[in-house]
């Protein structure tokens, strides 16, 4: 087994660090229109940190078992070396793009990762608002796995991922150098994956690289300043309901489903799909007071 270090361990006080600096930053020059920070909200983003540790801890169980097992049964296998440690880190960039796209298109996918979306804050602590239910990430990176990467080094790359984007949760940085705004993700780009508005929905997924999303079509620049959340915010700073609201708000959509078409489509479909409302027939014309709903994503 490739010994690796543990990135995110050994990025914990640069962290703390970081985020003090961030909070002394906006208390010496506060800005009216940012976010900024509020102490119920950075603690619940802390407390789903913490929380994710836990659970990510027996979710590892099962999925390590299956890379395993799927390493061992392939003849394939990429070296830990000088050269190919970036090569992996690269890949590894590429499936966590699609991976956090699924995450956003699909539902029940969506319900594991909106918790990183819940906060109406944008800070450093927001990146620590981690989901408890990630057992939903690991098929994206089974490719990788099948073509010989340990999953020892698959933890490794996906560890020094999630390192990097912390620093890019943040209003403190306005741009980086154009260069670096062209092939790397930045606070800049983050916002706009952070915010509500329409035009922002569903853009910028990159982890270190925004070329993803260039090459995929899902890049959109900063323009208008974010405003931050869900498109129907949840008001709580309760962790528990922070971790499962989704899951709560779909099963309660099965229970009043009219078919298993229409549950099917509350479970895989995108988070705001909704069921075609059938055509009005030509005795009740259809107005402002009986509109037809077509289906949408949020």
């Given at each position: ?12 006080p640069?962290?703390v660090l970081?985020t ?5 930053s906006?208390r010496?020059?506060p800005?009216?229109e ?13 407390g ?16 390590v ?16 070396l000088w ?6 880190l690269?890949?590894?960039d ?7 796209r ?8 969506w319900?594991?990762?909106v ?5 109406e804050k ?17 098929p994206?990176?089974?490719p990788?796995?099948?073509?010989g ?8 790359c996906?560890s020094a ?6 620093w890019?949760h ?6 980086m ?8 993700n930045?606070?800049s780009?983050?916002r706009?994956h952070?915010?509500?508005?329409g ?7 990159g982890?270190?690289?925004?070329v ?9 620049p900063?323009?208008e ?25 779909i099963?309660?959509?099965i229970?009043t489903?009219?078919?298993w ?5 509350r ?10 409302q ?8 259809v107005?402002?007071?009986?509109p ?7």
């Open positions: 087994m490739p010994n690796l270090p543990d990135v995110v361990l050994w990025s914990i640069a962290f970081l003090l600096v961030e909070m002394i906006v010496i020059h800005d009216e940012a976010a900024g920070y509020e102490a119920k909200d950075a603690a619940t983003s802390v789903m940190g913490l929380g994710s540790l836990l659970f990510d801890f027996f979710w590892k169980i099962p999925i078992a299956l890379y395993t097992a799927i390493h061992e049964l392939t003849p394939l296998r990429v070296p830990v050269w190919t440690v970036p090569l992996m690269l890949a590894q590429f499936f966590s793009y699609w991976s956090h699924g995450h956003h298109v699909v539902r029940v996918l319900a594991c990762h918790v990183h979306h819940s906060s944008f800070n450093l602590t927001t990146a620590l608002r981690q989901p408890w239910t990630t057992l939903t990430v690991w994206f990176y089974v990788l796995i099948a073509l990467v340990h999953p020892a080094a698959l933890a490794f996906s991922n999630l390192v990097y984007q912390f890019i943040t209003e403190r940085i306005d741009r150098p154009r260069w670096f705004e062209y092939v790397f930045t606070p780009h983050h706009v952070h915010a509500s508005q035009g922002y929905l569903d853009r910028n997924f982890g270190i690289l925004i993803w999303d260039r090459l995929f079509g899902s890049f959109v900063e323009v300043r974010p405003v931050y959340g869900l498109t129907k915010n949840i008001n709580t700073f309760n962790p528990i309901k922070v971790a499962t609201h989704e899951y709560v708000a099963v309660k959509d229970k489903a009219s078919g078409r229409e549950r099917a489509g479970v895989f479909r995108g988070p705001g799909w909704q069921p075609a059938p055509v009005t027939g030509p005795s009740t014309p107005g402002p007071s009986t037809v709903e077509e289906s949408s994503a949020a």
